[in-house]
């Protein structure tokens, strides 16, 4: 068991391309946020496993002599296999949880458990240690925030135990794991996401592990070369929606109307492949032709999910105000409120991303500046971490 400091970080995820159409068999772009959730793992010797969620508001402590009793022969095979309901029962007793919890406490509560027994259970003994989650991804917005904390805990707990080498060299400000390792690290932060969504398509974790770009088709997810790093604007309109209404929505209209919708699921799978070649182009020498590609491929998308039924009053509010700056933009995820994307051409003056940004804020969304194509799982050096990381996590 390593006794050093871990700090890992996993980015977030946006599908830029096939949402909807992906649930009926067609491809799907999926690139990583660069939103990032951190970890910090403390090892230590007071006999107790901590877990610390400032984001969320949990910190919860158990007894190592405790979890050290338990029966978690369960877990043997459970690294290729989701939990029987009995085996999440025996989990939810070693969680001994409060009456008054959260289903999000639950949730992330139960994801620890279970990788930190699954995977620790090689040791000698189970370790002591204190692990603390914080998140610059707003949780339940569809970007891939829980996929980027099971990410970052099988990430630290395989390292901790030494299943995988620390990849970080001395005097490094960063260190990517080699892909055999990344492949371990999917498969548990998987294992993750299954405690806490069930039946997940296994596209979040991917991102979150491997960074990039993604192309997803019938459960196939397969790496982009080299996919251009894109700065964009992040918008969430704060409305809530529910994935599962929407997508159920899609269905009826393509049963109702089988010859306009299917032609429609078509075309978004033909944005798609459009994207991910002029991404092939963009690798060798981006232009400012690809650009121009890329804005009208977002407009034909937005219109199309708007055909399909998933828009919102608060998506066209947000499309109008950024193409009232010159700027494109559609919904990210499942739609009907929720997040967007706009992208930021390189050749943007300062002046006018701020004027998008503060009108864009007067509506009252939340918007970010950040890139997409981010790197996927990482360890970090401490001192490459900006300050306001180190603070939340070390609890100031």
């Keep these: 068991m390593l006794s050093e400091v871990l700090l890992v970080s996993a980015p977030g ?13 067609k491809v799907a772009l999926a690139v990583a946020l660069n939103l990032r959730t951190f970890l910090r793992l403390q090892p230590h010797s007071y006999g ?4 610390n969620l400032p984001n969320l508001g949990i910190k919860r402590a158990w007894d190592m002599a405790r979890l050290q009793l338990l029966d ?17 029962e025996k989990l939810k007793e070693a969680a ?12 992330a509560v139960l994801a620890f458990l279970y990788l ?3 995977i620790c259970r090689s040791q000698r003994a189970l370790p002591s240690l204190d692990i603390t989650v914080w998140s610059e991804l707003p949780p339940g917005a569809g970007l891939g925030s829980s996929a980027a904390y099971s990410v970052c805990l099988a990430a630290a707990f395989l390292t901790a135990c030494e299943e995988i080498p620390n990849p970080l060299k001395d005097g490094e400000a960063t260190g990517r794991w080699t892909a055999e390792n990344l492949e371990l690290i999917n498969k548990w932060a998987f294992q993750g996401e299954r405690m806490i969504h069930g039946n997940p398509s296994g596209v979040d974790n991917a991102v979150s592990t491997w960074g990039g770009a993604l192309r997803y088709q019938q459960g196939k997810i397969s790496s982009l070369k080299r996919p251009p790093a894109l700065q964009i604007l992040l918008i969430n309109t704060k409305v809530p929606r529910s994935t599962k209404a929407l997508v159920a929505g899609v269905r009826s209209r393509l049963l109702k109307f089988p010859e306009i919708v299917a032609p429609l699921l078509t075309s978004i799978d033909a944005i798609s492949l459009e994207c991910e070649r002029v991404f092939g182009e963009m690798a060798a020498a981006p232009t400012p032709e690809h650009y121009l590609v890329l804005e009208e491929l977002i407009d034909m998308n937005q219109h199309h999910l708007n055909a399909l039924g998933v828009g919102h009053a608060s998506l066209d509010q947000l499309c109008q105000v950024t193409m009232a700056h010159g700027l494109h933009s559609k919904l990210t ?3 009907g409120g929720g997040c967007g994307i706009t992208l930021l051409r390189p050749d943007l003056e300062r002046p006018e991303v701020e004027a998008t940004k503060q009108a864009l804020t007067n509506c009252g969304f939340d918007c970010w500046e950040t890139s997409i194509g981010a790197p996927g799982v990482s360890m970090h050096a401490a001192a ?10 070390d609890g100031l």
């Design 96 to 107: 001994g949880f409060p009456e008054d919890c959260t289903d999000h406490e639950r949730l």
């Design 384 to 393: 490459s971490l900006d300050a306001p990381v180190r603070q939340a996590l």
């Design 116 to 118: 930190y027994l699954s």
């Design 13 to 25: 995820k946006v599908i830029l391309h096939g949402e909807h159409a992906v649930v009926h068999g």
């Design 72 to 88: 978690t022969s369960f877990l043997e095979r459970a690294g290729n296999t989701a939990l029987t309901p009995e085996q999440v």
């Design 48 to 51: 107790k496993v901590g877990l």
């Design 333 to 335: 995820g499942a739609g």
